[in-house]
């Protein structure tokens, strides 16, 4: 079992960066397909990006493809997500999320663990 945090959510202007970051628990990190979903006010949970075990693979929806990037640090046990160019329809609650083995969590039905979320609000 993984349990997961999240951090670095806040408030930012359209066009702005930010960094979240998502710190699991445990010693076997590097054995979970991780990833990013949002939900926004209104509306269901979306895929946002994903990466494999050891970071080889990377995954993303069209509307971030080019604007945000996911990494990992196994020795840090953590998941990043990098944010540019912030748009105010980014507005919305971030989740991290996590799937055994070789699944990556590109779907909501592969996601085991999900963290509790920060918010992430984009002003225009």
């Known amino acids: 079992q993984v349990q997961l945090v999240e951090s670095g959510g806040g408030l930012v202007q359209a066009g702005g960066s930010l960094r979240l970051s998502c710190e699991a628990s445990?010693?076997?990190?590097?054995?979970?397909?991780m990833g990013w979903y949002r939900q926004a006010p209104g509306k269901e949970r979306e895929f946002v990006a994903a990466i494999s075990t050891i970071g080889y693979s990377t995954y993303y929806t069209g509307s971030v493809k080019g604007r945000f990037t996911i990494s990992r640090d196994n020795a840090k046990n953590t998941l990043y997500l990098q944010m540019n160019s912030l748009k105010p329809e980014d507005t919305a609650v971030y989740y991290c999320?996590?799937?055994?083995?070789?699944?990556?969590?590109?779907?909501?039905?592969?996601?085991?663990?999900w963290g509790k979320g920060t918010l992430v609000t984009v002003s225009s």
């Open positions: 999320a996590a799937s055994d083995g070789l699944v990556v969590p590109t779907t909501r039905s592969l996601v085991r663990y």
């Open positions: 445990g010693r076997t990190f590097d054995s979970y397909g």
